[in-house]
């Protein structure tokens, strides 16, 4: 059993042009972007203004969630409802049956046999319910008192309000909905979390302990508190008003100025393949190499990623020189491009120049610890239609293959999704056509 062979069954991306692979595939496709000036809050105190959002108009999570499970939308923040919406997605992609789907029908994978381990972020409190809190904690001279904060403001706080916010409540109201009974986990390790996560929802059905995990991960930092942390690190991209916000990311190019945010990520279906051949299912890909390490210096260390490619490459059983397209962070960062552009070249020497690159933040931001999901789907969407989606905005990438194009036509049947994060994990996984 410990090499039971995974494959990707189902996709479950949810970013800002949409739920589920079909809108983002197509725009990836298309070429376009989602980014847009910042519609949620008001951004005109912050140097970066825009963000790629998932609309009102495109999302309510009360209209996915099964009807039973309503009144907890209540307690969801928007991760969770990200989150849900990326679980159903996925599980309707894969053709399941879960109670999300069909109450009343047997499910496809037996609830003791169906794992789930999401990758979540740093959920910031909406603001509106601590302001509600903080306003009843002023002193006589109308400034905030701890004192006052203790004895009664945080009364004020909706009681369930904690609820609404530890990150491991992703997990569980997606378990809950699907009744995954079987092992469950949350990983908080920034843009990291969501590659982490399929690698332990392998190693889960590798030995045997689950025939099939809903993994990944979702995060949206589009809110005041979540977005001033971000600005102070010092990685978003200042903005002008005459620019044209799809234009600001630019991957590994020389003129690039820093990243800008999205939100959303998604789920995926990972399933034992002798699971997925007993109900017919038709994989996307098959999960061949997975890999973590840790930088020491995370914003500037090319070594760490290094390695987590090498040992990818290594478990997968894959030479460098098959690997036909790669999906990096390509976050617009300038010191951690450099980090991904030096380690892409340590492994791929002069075929780092030939081997074409999929960017992802461009179109949909970046997701955070959703970014992993993100890119894992477009991967695995892009072997399945043996193509490359189109590349916006770079102009030059100094000796790789990431410059701005169209969509072409291209036989893939290995590509490797590397990610690095701002806590300095790294991961790398291979994935391989079933074709």
């Avoid at 969407?381 to 036509?409: F, H, M, Q, V, Y």
């Amino acid at each position: 059993m410990a090499r039971r062979r995974v494959v990707i069954t189902g996709l479950g991306p949810v970013t800002a042009f949409g739920v589920g692979i079909d809108p983002l595939w197509n725009a990836m496709i298309e070429g376009r972007s989602a980014i847009k000036r910042i519609q949620r809050f008001n951004p005109c105190g912050f140097p970066c203004k825009i963000a790629a959002e998932l609309s009102d108009d495109e999302f309510n999570v009360r209209k996915i969630v099964p009807k039973s499970h309503r009144k907890a939308t209540k307690v969801m923040c928007r991760d969770t409802e990200l989150a849900v919406a990326a679980s159903i997605a996925a599980v309707a992609d894969a053709k399941l049956i879960t109670p999300a789907i069909d109450p009343e029908a047997k499910p496809t994978i037996d609830p003791p046999r169906f794992g789930c381990q999401v990758g979540a972020g740093l959920i910031a409190a909406d603001v509106d319910e601590l302001t509600a809190a903080l306003v009843t904690s002023r002193d006589e001279s109308g400034k905030f008192d701890l004192h006052h904060w203790g004895e009664s403001g945080m009364e004020n706080l909706t009681p369930l309000w904690l609820l609404k916010y530890l990150p491991n409540m992703l997990a569980s109201h997606v378990t809950i909905i699907h009744d995954c009974q079987g092992p469950s986990n949350s990983i908080t390790c920034c843009e990291a979390s969501s590659g982490l996560s399929m690698g332990e929802s392998m190693r889960v059905i590798q030995r045997g302990a689950a025939e099939a995990c809903l993994s990944g991960g979702v995060e949206s930092k589009i809110n005041p508190m979540a977005f001033l942390r971000q600005h102070f690190t010092d990685r978003l991209a200042a903005t002008r008003e005459d620019e044209d916000p799809a234009t600001v990311v630019s991957p590994f190019d020389p003129n690039a100025r820093g990243t800008v945010l999205g939100e959303g990520g998604g789920l995926i279906v990972l399933e034992a393949l002798d699971s997925a051949e007993a109900r017919g299912a038709k994989p996307y890909a098959e999960l061949v190499g997975f890999a973590s390490t840790q930088s020491y210096d995370p914003d500037a260390n090319s070594e760490g990623i290094t390695d987590a490619m090498q040992l990818a490459l290594q478990r997968a059983e894959v030479e460098p020189s098959q690997i036909d397209a790669i999906t990096p962070f390509g976050s617009g960062i300038p010191n951690v491009d450099a980090a991904e552009a030096a380690a892409l070249r340590n492994i791929f020497g002069s075929r780092a120049s030939q081997t074409p690159l999929i960017t992802t933040i461009p179109n949909v931001g970046n997701c955070n610890a959703g970014s992993g999901a993100v890119s894992v789907a477009v991967a695995a969407k892009a072997i399945k239609e043996n193509t490359l989606p189109a590349r916006l905005n770079t102009t030059s990438a100094d000796g790789l293959d990431a410059e701005a194009c169209p969509s072409r036509s291209r036989e893939l049947n290995y590509v490797l999704v590397s990610c690095t994060s701002q806590g300095g994990q790294n991961v790398a996984m291979v994935l391989r056509s079933m074709d």
